[in-house]
């Protein structure tokens, strides 16, 4: 095989031990672990991933040591070696490679002489997957070579050393060896079968792998017969169409002429059937071998660069066997991001952008909606899953929750679906991302119709976010209508309609087409009665075809160019190969850049140095779009955003709504929206919303669930005081001290200013009381003044009556100073005029006790007391102890005044405004002076209860005393209890009741006598002797 294999080996299918031991005594892996197994390919979608065995085996070289011979793996030392040497290498998955046993001369590789004494060969081997050669229709390949056959030199494989690793290095050595010789002959073993291929020849022809196909019928295994065949079903004209995209870029690119002069490009296409083990096979006949005549063929060499394969589950399969060669592989499709990695998959490269990006976009549009409540859905490969798992991850790190997890199995069970259907349901979650191709997304559609479930918001990933297959059929319209995704940016091809409409089954090339026969009696429905060379042919009762049909006249989506998409992707991978082939081609000797600054060799372009021009690769197209490689061999990511919205004509269109630029260096620029034209599902035009819990509205806090995800929680409702004005606030924020919350809790508003208003019933009440105090304290002085001189008047003291009727209208008055809003002035004027006047009443009545008492006992014989108690001494005893109340409450007001204040509490929504006394002390003494002058009345009073008169003063101030201390003691423990303007109140309330019995006890009976009985209000009555009483 040219490029590939020594010109001194043959090939040989190997056994389960393998040569020199078992399959592990090279690797120390057991068989059952090799890359490519049935198993491993067949079994569960994408767990061809890093997971199931399909790394690179473990490669080992044993260097030879002068006078030894080691047999690999043995690690003993022979003392006598054989004459000729043993050499074997495995080949590329599971090809054991001998030497031919030498015959006349031996050739040492790559020497290009003979020897008739060769020197001893050290044992050389290398051991490749051990399960690989066991694929049904695999070829095992005895090569017989020409021993004489001349030898040229090529390039020296150090050359490229440094872009391979030892084993590598040697199968580089292997394919330059030989592309040395060809004229080997391939021989292949009874009963193998290749696959179907379609070709062109060139100077340099390109591979293919695309999944025309989208299954396999795997046939029963009986290991007692050579299998049968797999039979490829289910055509794709999607994937029909991006094949001929790829002959359509290379034919004009031939046309042309301009970029490739002289030199003709061809292809050599194969279906991938949508199975990793398909795909290598394939992938394995493009490097390995060419189709001949009859049971023998030609070896024919590697290809130089590859296209394909469009899953990513294939592609990491194809990737990891053809970078064991280096030869380029640029795929369409395939945009897991695990393929980015270059040193598992060091020749892959892609014009698909990377999922790592479409779940950028992805998590951008869930966050720029307020999606806090997602469910993910992943169809069983490696594109589905691994971009599931990285939107799962990165979507948490906005705060937006997972609600399910789930994925299609690739036998789409219909159980397993139906679960994941109930679970949807009942999670709650209204947007639901399916990550998954077209074809799993179609098998959970199919029983989300079976169950009636509707009205969920879709978001499609770029596998199906623009297929056909699910917006034609009207089935799936009333479900789908509204949905939304990713798709790459489309572009219009011109003459690629016309090229793709050019197929007829009558056209000169048709047969050699082992594709145009399945898919254009597929299309029509009908059967050709023909078979195509290498396929397998069913018809399964199809009517014969009239010989009329044209594709012109139908429409599908093979010939809908208005989606041109991943079309355009293969077409850039075509002229990215082309710009690199004319890179090579263009080389200045002596400014290569390999080694030496060597160029490449043009007439045999060797597929790492090509891969080295592709990775270089950056041109504008026709188009204005910039192609080229990042370090991870991945474009840029550019995408449109799609809705899917149902037109009156019953078609489903996809509406560009929107479009997300990864180069964009400013983040909230990256994703932009034309929100206005979006039509969601139900034909709403209002945003969904997809939460855990209902959105907490402002006024209310979220409270997190024990043992929920932190998505679910409960609405609660933000305390007095406290507020929240947006919906889902974490927490409430408590309001300044002179603000309270409303009563929707939203907004901060002033506290309500609370004191004794005249306005309020309890103001109004009290200065009703307060003014009726005073009109009655004015009708007994007017009584008192109509009748100053009858006896009850005169025998009383009528002067200090009407100066305690003057005091106590002014302590009436007084209690009118407490109502109101307080100021400075009313503050200071409250007090004191409280204080002075309650010392001027109570030195009144005590100067009237005093009087009364001094009175009696100035008739004892040889008394000279009266005399100290006059008129004028009177008046001056109560100046003096209204005085003292007067320089009290002058130094209070100096010293540290009553000023207004604000009490704030937190926990209450008013503010309550009162004054201050300033100083506590002074309060007290201004209270206990009073006191200490209403306790000696009181004493000096209840001493003269029983003094012989009729009418004896001394009783009535005795009862007004008992009244006045019982008031304000009780008054104390309620002022300092009472809250806000209620303490106000509670002294306004002392102070009236005190001045009510002062003026009930002391002169109503008086009153009483003077206008109902008269005949009492007489000397003789007066002086009479009283009736015993006892007390």
């Known amino acids: 095989m040219n490029d590939l294999f020594p010109s001194d080996l043959a090939f040989t299918k190997p056994n389960r031990a393998g040569a020199g031991g078992s399959g592990q005594a090279a690797t120390g892996r057991p068989d059952t672990e090799a890359a490519g197994s049935p198993d491993s390919l067949r079994a569960g979608g994408d767990k061809e991933s890093r997971s199931t065995g399909l790394e690179h085996p473990t490669r080992t070289r044993h260097r030879y040591q002068p006078g030894s011979s080691r047999v690999h793996g043995a690690g003993t030392s022979n003392p006598n070696p054989p004459p000729v040497p043993t050499r074997q290498q495995q080949g590329p998955r599971g090809w054991n490679?001998?030497?031919?046993?030498?015959?006349?001369?031996?050739?040492?590789?790559?020497?290009?002489?003979?020897?008739?004494?060769?020197?001893?060969?050290?044992?050389r081997q290398r051991q490749g997957p051990a399960n690989v050669g066991r694929y049904k229709g695999e070829v095992p390949l005895h090569i017989h070579l020409d021993q004489d056959a001349p030898t040229r030199p090529s390039a020296s494989p150090d050359s490229h050393s440094a872009h391979l690793d030892g084993g590598d290095v040697y199968a580089a050595e292997v394919a330059q060896e030989c592309g040395r010789d060809q004229s080997l002959q391939c021989k292949l073993i009874a009963g193998s079968m290749s696959l179907p291929v379609l070709e062109k020849k060139g100077d340099i022809v390109l591979g293919g792998l695309f999944s025309l196909h989208d299954m396999v019928l795997e046939p029963s295994l009986s290991f007692t017969s050579t299998p049968p065949p797999a039979q490829c079903t289910r055509f794709n004209f999607r994937t029909f169409r991006w094949m001929q995209t790829m002959m359509f870029a290379i034919e004009e690119i031939n046309r042309d002429g301009k970029l490739l002069p002289n030199v003709t490009l061809g292809y050599r296409i194969y279906d991938s059937c949508s199975t990793p083990h398909q795909a290598l096979k394939a992938a394995m006949e493009l490097v390995g071998r060419e189709k001949g005549s009859g049971v023998e063929g030609i070896c024919h060499g590697t290809v130089p660069a590859v296209i394909g394969d469009g899953g990513s589950t294939q592609s990491l399969v194809v990737a990891r066997f053809l970078g064991v060669f280096h030869v380029p592989q640029v795929s369409y499709f395939s945009s897991c991001a695990c393929l980015s990695d270059k040193k598992e998959f060091p020749a892959f490269l892609r014009t698909m952008p990377s999922d790592f990006f479409q779940v950028d976009a992805l998590v951008q549009l869930v966050k720029h909606f307020g999606w806090t409540w997602v469910g993910v859905v992943a169809g069983d490969d490696a594109y589905g899953r691994g971009g599931a798992n990285i939107f799962a991850d990165e979507v948490r790190k906005f705060g937006t929750c997972v609600a399910l997890h789930e994925v299609i199995p690739k036998n789409r069970a219909q159980t397993t679906i139906s679960s994941i259907i109930s679970k949807i349901r009942s999670s709650g979650a209204q947007v639901i991302l399916v990550f998954a191709v077209e074809q799993d997304a179609a098998a959970l559609f199919d029983e989300a119709l079976r169950e009636g479930l509707t009205g969920i918001q879709w978001l499609a990933s770029?596998?199906?976010?623009?297929?056909?297959?699910?917006?034609?059929p009207r089935k799936y319209h009333h479900i789908l209508q509204g949905s939304m995704g990713f798709a790459i940016r489309r572009a219009h091809i011109p003459g690629l309609q016309d090229f793709l409409l050019r197929l007829h089954p009558s056209s000169p090339d048709a047969l050699a087409d082992p594709f145009l026969i399945p898919f254009w009696e597929e299309v029509f429905q009908c059967s050709l009665g023909l078979q195509a060379e290498g396929q397998e042919h069913n018809v399964e009762g199809k009517p014969p075809c009239s010989g009329a049909e044209e594709l012109g006249n139908v429409k599908n989506i093979y010939s809908d160019v208005s989606q041109l998409r991943i079309s355009y992707n293969v077409y850039k991978a075509v002229y990215a190969i082309a710009h690199a082939l004319k890179a090579m081609r263009s080389c200045v000797k002596g400014k290569g850049p390999f080694p030496l600054q060597a160029c490449p060799d043009e007439e045999n372009i060797q597929p790492w140095q090509l891969l080295h021009y592709i990775k270089q690769v950056e041109y504008l197209n026709s188009f204005g779009d910039e192609t080229k490689f990042d370090e991870n061999g991945d474009p840029?990511?550019?995408y449109d955003l799609v809705n899917w919205q149902l037109r009156p004509n019953g078609e489903m269109e996809f509406v560009t709504i929107g479009k997300f630029d990864e180069t964009t260096t400013v983040v909230n620029q990256k994703l932009q929206i034309q929100e206005h034209i979006i039509v969601w599902n139900g034909n709403k035009t209002t945003v969904p919303l997809s939460v855990c819990s209902s959105i907490c509205p402002p006024g209310t806090r979220k409270a997190i669930k024990p043992n929920f995800p932190v998505c679910c929680h409960d609405c609660v409702v933000c305390t007095a005081g406290e507020i929240s004005n947006q919906t889902d606030?974490?927490?409430?924020?408590?309001?300044?001290?002179?603000?309270?919350?409303n009563a929707?809790?939203?907004?901060?508003?002033?506290?309500?200013?609370?004191?004794?208003?005249?306005?309020?019933?309890?103001?109004?009440t009290l200065m009703a009381i307060s003014l009726i105090g005073s009109f009655c304290t004015c009708v007994v002085a007017f009584i008192f003044s109509c009748h100053?001189?009858?006896?009850?008047?005169?025998?009383?003291n009528s002067?200090?009556?009407?100066?305690?009727?003057?005091?106590?209208?002014?302590?009436?008055?007084?209690?009118?100073?407490?109502?109101?809003?307080?100021?400075?002035?009313?503050?200071?004027?409250?007090?004191?005029?409280?204080?002075?006047?309650?010392?001027?009443?109570?030195?009144?009545?005590l100067g009237k006790t005093i009087v009364v008492l001094m009175a009696f006992k100035a008739t004892l014989p040889g008394s000279n007391v009266i005399k100290w108690f006059g008129t004028v001494q009177q008046k001056a005893f109560i100046t003096f102890c209204t005085l003292v109340q007067v320089i009290i409450c002058t130094v209070w007001l100096v010293v540290v005044p009553p000023t207004p204040r604000q009490l704030m509490p937190r926990e209450s929504f008013i503010i309550i405004l009162l004054c201050d006394e300033g100083s506590p002390?002074?309060?007290?003494?201004?209270?206990?002076?009073?006191?200490?002058?209403?306790?000696?009345?009181?004493?000096?009073?209840?001493?003269?209860?029983?003094?012989?008169?009729?009418?004896?003063?001394?009783?009535?101030?005795?009862f007004s005393m008992l009244i006045f201390c019982a008031v304000w003691i009780a008054f104390v423990p309620a002022y300092i209890s009472s809250p806000g303007k209620y303490s106000t109140a509670t002294e306004v309330f002392a102070i009236l009741a005190s001045s009510y019995g002062l003026l009930g006890c002391i002169f109503a009976p008086k009153c009483y006598i003077i206008l109902l009985r008269p005949e009492k209000n007489t000397w003789k009555h007066l002086m009479s002797k009283p009736a015993t009483v006892k007390y």
């Open 97 to 123: 490679i001998q030497p031919k046993p030498a015959t006349g001369s031996s050739r040492v590789h790559g020497a290009g002489t003979s020897n008739p004494n060769p020197p001893p060969v050290p044992t």
């Open 462 to 472: 770029e596998a199906w976010s623009t297929a056909a297959v699910l917006s034609t």
């Open 636 to 638: 840029a990511a550019m």
């Open 729 to 741: 606030a974490i927490e409430c924020v408590r309001c300044l001290p002179e603000f309270w919350s």
């Open 744 to 764: 929707e809790r939203t907004a901060c508003i002033p506290k309500k200013v609370e004191f004794l208003s005249f306005s309020d019933t309890m103001g109004i």
């Open 788 to 796: 100053r001189l009858t006896p009850i008047v005169r025998a009383n």
């Open 799 to 845: 002067e200090l009556s009407f100066l305690l009727l003057f005091s106590l209208t002014l302590c009436f008055l007084c209690s009118l100073t407490f109502i109101g809003r307080p100021s400075e002035w009313s503050c200071m004027l409250r007090h004191t005029a409280f204080g002075i006047t309650f010392v001027l009443c109570i030195s009144c009545i």
């Open 921 to 958: 002390i002074a309060f007290a003494l201004v209270l206990g002076y009073i006191g200490l002058l209403a306790c000696i009345c009181l004493i000096l009073a209840f001493l003269a209860r029983k003094l012989p008169d009729n009418f004896n003063e001394a009783r009535l101030i005795t």
